[in-house]
């Protein structure tokens, strides 16, 4: 038996106290939303802080900066001439949403059928948990890595990240490393491993129209007053298209065109319309919108616009009434080479200028977040590659992300440039950011392991 097997058999014997590490986690509501209690927060960082030092860590801290939720740090630097590894996670969550909605309590892990739900169980605890799984499984088996490895794990990932640039100004040195590796992706599907090289930026605000001092009766008011509601439905009705496509003046502008590599991996993976309707969760009569393009291309390579949230009166408690005001929150999401500010200021004019009937129209800015992107070739890769199939079973896919991550480029930039290996634990079924967010337990122990080959795999194509 060499000694990769070693280590592997040692993970095999403890998934189920990291398992049980992962649901500690859980447990702790670590919501980092303002409104949300903070101290939760700081509670989950210092368990995060445990558990490392639980699986062999050295160097331990929680690190505060001002206005921002707490980050952890620890590391195993004991490999003098090899290459550093600087591992990512983050240990903060969304909001639980429509608690109703949950089939068990959003931060009681739960398992079902193969899955554990809870609010975190996914984004990101499980990846705080796969990279210490890796370490501890090598720690216990060799007494040693084979590379060296920092590990930091952010509490404001989900709020996006507003003081990481600080943060990483502050502590460059301490962060400086080879590689990264990023656990805070999805799988293609579940069973099938991924590589993720392209994510979309975000773009957000917040926008409310108001056109009376207070709410008043529609029988009597009725018909000459303008309804701030309706005013608002029609200026979110244009940001699109009949077929559901962008129709900001300008968005597509700055699109870039896809280049043949990225033509050629998105020609490579599978698509199924029913497999994505039941992925996505669609009812039977929604139909794809967006426009001619392949549905990857639309999530991945092209922009994108969303209500997210719309409020005005009480769904509860409504009443015969017009309402004075109406709220909305949108979303765009941004691909290369748009320009955050830009976007931004897009839409906002759009906002303002496509009002109706004199109402007031504030609009405040909620984030401007780049994309990233990144061609997937060289050692890391190479390592990655060979990871994946060894912990899954088979080959990996390269993929996009419609998502947003927005520690990406600035811990590259901060690392000059170092190679970004975006390894999720994720899949489609894993409704991460809505109710009953889940992880595929099999899947997850697949990361681990695949965790557990990439080290190695790394110490030999990176060795320095």
């Known amino acids: 038996m060499n000694k990769i097997e070693d280590v592997l058999k040692v993970y095999e014997q403890s998934k189920s106290i990291f398992l049980e590490g992962l649901k500690e986690l859980v447990r702790i509501p670590s919501v980092s939303f303002s409104g949300f209690d903070p101290k939760q927060v700081e509670l989950s960082a210092h368990k995060v802080a445990d558990l490392m030092k639980r699986n062999g860590l050295e160097n331990i801290q929680v690190l505060p900066f001002e206005g921002a939720h707490p980050y952890v740090y620890g590391e195993w630097l004991h490999a003098p001439g090899l290459p550093t590894l600087l591992l990512y996670a983050h240990h903060d969550v969304q909001p639980p949403g429509r608690e109703g ?167 490579s993976l599978d698509f199924n319309e029913e497999t994505f309707r039941k992925q996505a969760g669609f009812i039977p009569t929604s139909k794809i919108v967006g426009g001619p393009s392949d549905v990857f291309s639309k999530m991945w390579y092209l922009p994108s616009i969303d209500v997210n949230a719309i409020e005005a009166g009480s769904r509860k408690m409504a009443a015969n009434i017009i309402c004075d005001t109406a709220w909305a929150k949108v979303g765009i999401r941004i691909v290369p080479d748009m320009d955050p500010g830009e976007t931004l200021t897009l839409l906002t004019d759009y906002l303002k200028k496509s009002a109706p009937w004199g109402v007031e129209v504030k609009v405040t800015n909620e984030s401007a977040g780049g994309w990233w992107s990144t061609t997937p070739t060289g050692p890391a890769f190479d390592a990655a590659r060979v990871a994946l199939e060894k912990g899954y079973g088979r080959k990996p896919v390269m993929m996009g992300s419609g998502g947003s991550i927005p520690f990406v480029q600035p811990f590259s930039d901060a690392l000059g440039g170092a190679p970004a290996l975006l390894i999720g634990v994720e899949d489609p079924y894993t409704n991460a950011h809505s109710e009953n967010e889940s992880l595929h337990i099999e899947d997850w122990e697949k990361a681990c392991r695949s965790a557990i080959y990439l080290y190695d795999e790394l110490a030999v194509k990176l060795r320095i």
């Open 101 to 267: 909605l949950w089939k068990s309590p959003p931060f009681e892990p739960t398992e079902r059928e193969g899955r554990l739900y809870g609010r975190g169980a996914a984004d990101d605890k499980a990846g705080v948990i796969c990279h210490l799984a890796a370490i501890s499984s090598f720690l216990k088996s060799r007494g040693e890595l084979p590379l060296n490895v920092k590990l930091i794990v952010e509490g404001e990932e989900e709020i996006g990240s507003e003081h990481l640039e600080g943060f990483l100004k502050s502590h460059r040195e301490l962060l400086q490393a080879d590689v990264m590796v990023l656990t805070d992706t999805a799988n293609f599907d579940v069973g099938i491993p991924a590589l993720t090289v392209a994510l979309r930026g975000l773009v957000a605000v917040e926008v409310e129209v108001r056109s009376l001092k207070s709410s008043i009766h529609s029988g009597m008011w009725g018909g000459p007053l303008p309804d701030p509601i309706l005013a608002l439905a029609k200026m979110l009705g244009g940001l699109v298209d009949d077929k559901g496509a962008p129709a900001l003046p300008g968005l597509m502008k700055s699109v870039r065109p896809l280049s043949p590599d990225q033509k050629e991996m998105l020609g």
